[in-house]
């Protein structure tokens, strides 16, 4: 029996299928500079011919890009793919849910290149985006419709396995018209919301002083001491660090940083709370009041 042949890129002539000669289309992707180094190759069944494809770093020759069965694009920065799939007992699917996504028309996007299987109603939209204006931009998808991003590729040219091959729809190939920029409507339709906090309410505070815990002083420093705005290393964090060792919930401290421009989430949250209880620096509650009274210009009662 015959071993099984390694994976490119070594060995990587051996591991590329029989196809038949390389596309004028093909050889044409090969001279664009801003997908050149993006390109992959990929087998029969749209899957990379390469374990190693994500890597940005990984580049691959004009004879093994030309001799694979089709050509794939390495998503991400600078390329993104608007991939409308829908069912094909309803054909009109992906487009209602980019309506919804973005309360726009997809025909309302800008000129692009435009890749299609062949398939009813199944096209790709190839645009640029960059990370200076969308650094939040992750893959998306919903009922017919994908926002293909960093981590996926998509077969621009070649082999299609029910089809026979990919095809640029008229006018819309590299050659015919230039990529266009994802318009900002699209890219803020799939910017993640931050869910909407409440201000921080601590606990009521006992009446009397000489009843006040740890935790009690902890809660009227903060306050005074809204977490929005703080500086992430030298207030907020050591912040954090307080209200774990004065014997604030988890729950309490979250409500507390909800509002801040470093809330990222109660995953990230809970990773910086654990994270607070190891933590050797001597920041305590001496430390939160002298903030506070700096920051307000007021003496806490705490002495």
């Known amino acids: 029996m015959t071993k099984n042949r390694p994976l490119l890129p070594q060995g990587v002539e051996a591991a590329l299928p029989i196809k038949s000669l390389p596309t004028p289309s093909a050889e044409r992707l090969l001279q664009l500079p801003l997908i050149r180094r993006h390109l992959i190759p990929v087998g029969t069944e749209k899957r990379p011919l390469v374990s190693s494809w994500q890597q940005p770093d990984q580049h691959y020759s004009d004879g093994i890009l030309l001799a694979a069965p089709a050509i794939g694009l390495r998503l991400g920065y600078p390329v993104l793919a608007v991939d409308f799939d829908p069912k094909p007992a309803d054909l ?5 849910t980019f309506q919804q996504l973005t309360g726009y028309s997809s025909a309302q996007l800008p000129l692009s290149w435009t890749v299609t299987s062949g398939k009813p109603g199944r096209r790709q939209i190839l645009l640029t985006a960059y990370a200076d204006a969308a650094p939040w931009l992750k893959p998306w ?28 729809l008229p006018g819309r190939a590299p050659w015919e018209c230039p990529i266009a920029e994802a318009p900002l409507w699209l ?3 799939i910017k993640p919301t931050r869910p909407q906090s409440a201000p921080y309410k601590p606990t009521p505070l006992p009446s009397c002083l000489d009843r006040w815990s740890p935790a009690d002083w902890c809660r009227y420093y903060l306050q005074h001491w809204p977490a929005s705005g703080l500086d992430a290393r030298s207030e907020w964090w050591p912040t954090v660090v307080v209200m774990r060792r ?3 919930s988890f729950e309490e401290a979250f409500a507390w940083t909800a509002a801040s421009n470093k809330f990222n989430g109660g995953r990230e949250f809970r990773r910086q709370w654990d994270k607070a209880d190891r933590c050797s620096a001597p920041y ?19 002495g």
């Open 246 to 248: 004065a014997g604030l």
């Open 141 to 168: 998808s919903h009922d017919g419709l994908e926002i293909r991003w960093r981590g996926q590729q998509s077969v621009i040219d070649g082999h299609h396995p029910e089809t026979g091959r990919y095809q640029w």
């Open 187 to 189: 890219l803020e339709a």
């Open 284 to 302: 305590g509650l001496e430390w939160l009041g002298a903030r506070t009274r700096a920051a307000r210009g007021r003496s806490a009662p705490h």
């Open 92 to 96: 009109g699917q992906a487009e209602r």
